[in-house]
């Protein structure tokens, strides 16, 4: 898809104006308008999570500046924890919409898409689902009316949704604390793209995982679940690498390589949480040769991106150090984002944008 957009490009002239250089004004030097027209760059949106436990009023209603920023630089928004079971879905017969409804609406005044995060994953489920006794057909009538729920209370307003996340576990295997797969058998996966297909036909539907970055037993069992799921016609749309790194660990460089196999499968393909934290010095602030490394890490994940044609959509989770989960669950470990907690911008952020303006 991107080669075509190159080649109309090149030749608009001839025959079409060319669409305006910055879709939105003021935004000349942001990260949205910087890259090819056929990728979302995003961010999370901070609130809910490990938030609610921080000195901090909840970010997204009440920090303006950090608005501005999401509005800015970003063509895409994923609610970080506002779409989970146990903040949408706090009581089995109460559904709590507020706080993801004013992220769409926010999205749609901006000219943003939303990425809608997540409808089958083993954590942060509400005690009444955890703690529930249920019979399998209960459980799975469960699943079915919280999906055609939520995905139909969107409908028409989501670009993609992570419909599973995190199901299989580091040798591929599914992962038994998921509690609809351990109760009901790894079919409910099926299931589940269906019944959110059938609320909202043209949201894409993803897979979503972490520890995916790099070829081996769980890129392999992915693979294998796609082909499974696109045989037997179930709408699958994407493969997604959440890309929560480490400086501790050496940088992606093939992770080209293995979107490019879900590409080959003729899934889009998306980058949905990236973020590289490290080991902070003592001083609490990262040396200069920390941040070039970092952004050094930013780019291999977002060149990987650019080197596949249908990956679409590439998420940094979280725009800012001031918001960032890193800290709270890696202790020794930060500064994971591309600003810093005033949002002023670190390499990274630039080593983003020119990487972007080389591949318009
Ligand atoms: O960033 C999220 C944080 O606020 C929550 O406390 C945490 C709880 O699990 O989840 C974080 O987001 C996760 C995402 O939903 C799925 N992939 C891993 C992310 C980081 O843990």
């Known amino acids: 898809m991107r080669k075509t957009v190159a080649v109309l490009a090149t030749l608009s002239f001839l025959a079409i104006a060319p669409p305006p250089a910055q879709a939105h004004g ?18 999370a949106v901070a609130g809910g999570g490990h938030h609610v436990d921080q000195p901090y009023p909840d970010p997204f209603p ?21 779409m989970k079971w146990e903040f949408i879905h706090p009581e089995r017969h109460r559904y709590n919409f507020g706080p993801a409804d004013d992220i769409v609406k926010f999205a749609q005044r901006n000219g943003q898409v ?30 079915k009316s919280h999906i055609l729920t939520v995905v139909g209370h969107y409908r028409g307003k989501i670009h993609q949704w992570d ?28 299931d589940a793209f269906r019944w959110a297909h059938q609320a909202d036909p043209r949201a894409q539907l993803f897979l979503n995982d972490y520890g995916v970055d790099w ?60 973020d590289v934290r490290m080991d902070l010095p003592e001083s609490g ?22 080197s596949v044609d249908d990956c679409n959509s590439f998420t940094v989770w979280g725009a800012t150090d001031k918001y ?16 810093w907690e005033d949002f002023t911008r670190k390499p990274a952020y630039f080593t983003l944008r020119d ?6």
């Not at 990425?115 to 699943?143: C, D, M, V, Y």
């Not at 992770?255 to 990236?274: H, N, P, S, W």
């Not at 602030?285 to 650019?306: F, G, M, S």
Request: with cysteine.
């Open 285 to 306: 602030v990262p040396t200069a040769e920390q941040l070039q490394t970092q952004a050094r890490y930013y780019k291999t994940v977002l060149d990987a991106c650019l």
């Open 163 to 190: 419909v599973a996340n995190e199901i299989l576990d580091g040798n591929g295997a599914y992962r038994q604390e998921n509690i609809f797969i351990r109760e009901l058998g790894p079919g409910i996966v099926a």
């Open 26 to 43: 003021g935004h000349d030097y942001s990260l949205r308008n910087a890259g090819p027209r056929d990728l979302r760059i995003g961010s």
């Open 114 to 143: 939303v990425r809608g995060h997540t409808l089958l994953w083993h954590s942060q489920n509400p005690a009444w689902l955890n703690e529930g006794t249920f019979t399998k057909a209960e459980l799975r009538q469960i699943l």
């Open 355 to 360: 990487t972007l303006r080389a591949a318009r």
């Open 215 to 274: 070829p081996g037993a769980k890129v392999d069992a992915y693979e294998a679940l796609a082909k499974e799921l696109l045989a037997a016609r179930v709408p699958l749309h994407g493969f997604a690498s959440q890309a929560h790194l480490s400086m501790r660990y050496g940088a992606p460089d093939q992770l080209g390589a293995v979107l490019q196999r879900f590409d080959d499968l003729g899934l889009k393909t998306a980058i949905t949480e990236l």
């Open 324 to 339: 960032s989960w890193v800290p709270v669950f890696f202790p020794a470990e930060g500064a994971a984002t591309i600003m």
């Open 62 to 82: 009440n920090d303006k500046p950090y608005r501005k920023v999401l509005a800015r630089e970003f063509s895409s928004l994923s609610p970080e924890n506002q």
